[in-house]
C-alpha cells in the first residue's frame, strides 16, 4: 500500500513540474488562419469534389455502351441518369446492361451494333481510312443483315459504296506521288 502511494505522490510531483501540453503547434491567430482554411475546404470544396467523382463514376456505362457500339444505348444512358437520382442504386444495372451482348437484340432487328456504328464506319469508307479486311466483313454483316430484311435505306447505301472502290484521299495519293519519285 506504502508503494501505490509512494507512485501516485511522485505522478502528481511530475505532472506538476511538466510544461503546459499543446494540441497543434500553431497558436493564436496563426491558429485560428488555419482553422478558418481547412473549415472552408471542408464545406466548400470537398463536396464539390465528390459530386464531381460521383458524376464521373456514374455516367462510366454510357461512356462504355458509346465505345461498344451497344444498340441500347439510349436505355443505358437513361439508366445513368436515373440512377443519379436514385443515389446510385441502378448504377451496377447499367454497367452490367453496358458490358452485355444483347442476343435479344440481333435476333429482332439483325445486328447487335449502333445505327451511329454504320455512320461512322460509311465516313471512314468515303475518306479511305478503313482497310479492305474491313470493309468485306462489314459488307457481309449487311448482306446477313438484308437477308433478314432488317437494312435500313442508309445502310442499304452504304453496302451500295462498299462494292466500290474507293479512290486514295489526296493526301495520301500525293505522298505516294513524291515516294514514287
Request: aromatic share 8%; net charge negative.
Amino acid at each position: 500500500m506504502q508503494s501505490l502511494f509512494g507512485r501516485m505522490v511522485a505522478g502528481a510531483a511530475l505532472a506538476a513540474l511538466a510544461a503546459s501540453a499543446r494540441a497543434s503547434f500553431l497558436s493564436g491567430e496563426t491558429l485560428d488562419a488555419a482553422a478558418d482554411v481547412l473549415a472552408i475546404v471542408v464545406i466548400c470544396i470537398v463536396p464539390i469534389v465528390v459530386i464531381v467523382l460521383f458524376w464521373i463514376v456514374h455516367v462510366l456505362p454510357e461512356k462504355i455502351a458509346h465505345r461498344r457500339n451497344h444498340p441500347q444505348r439510349e436505355a443505358i444512358t437513361t439508366l445513368c441518369l436515373l440512377s443519379l437520382v436514385f443515389g446510385g442504386l441502378l448504377w451496377p444495372l447499367a454497367w452490367l446492361w453496358a458490358y452485355t451482348k444483347p442476343i435479344g437484340y440481333r435476333v429482332a432487328y439483325g445486328t447487335d451494333k449502333h445505327e451511329d456504328y454504320y455512320a461512322e464506319m460509311a465516313e471512314q469508307h468515303r475518306k479511305g481510312e478503313l482497310t479492305e479486311d474491313q470493309a468485306v466483313h462489314l459488307r457481309e454483316e449487311l448482306e446477313a443483315m438484308e437477308a433478314r430484311g432488317a437494312l435500313t435505306p442508309e445502310q442499304r447505301n452504304l453496302k451500295e459504296e462498299l462494292v466500290r472502290p474507293v479512290r486514295a484521299p489526296a493526301a495520301n495519293r500525293a505522298n505516294g506521288a513524291e515516294s514514287a519519285a
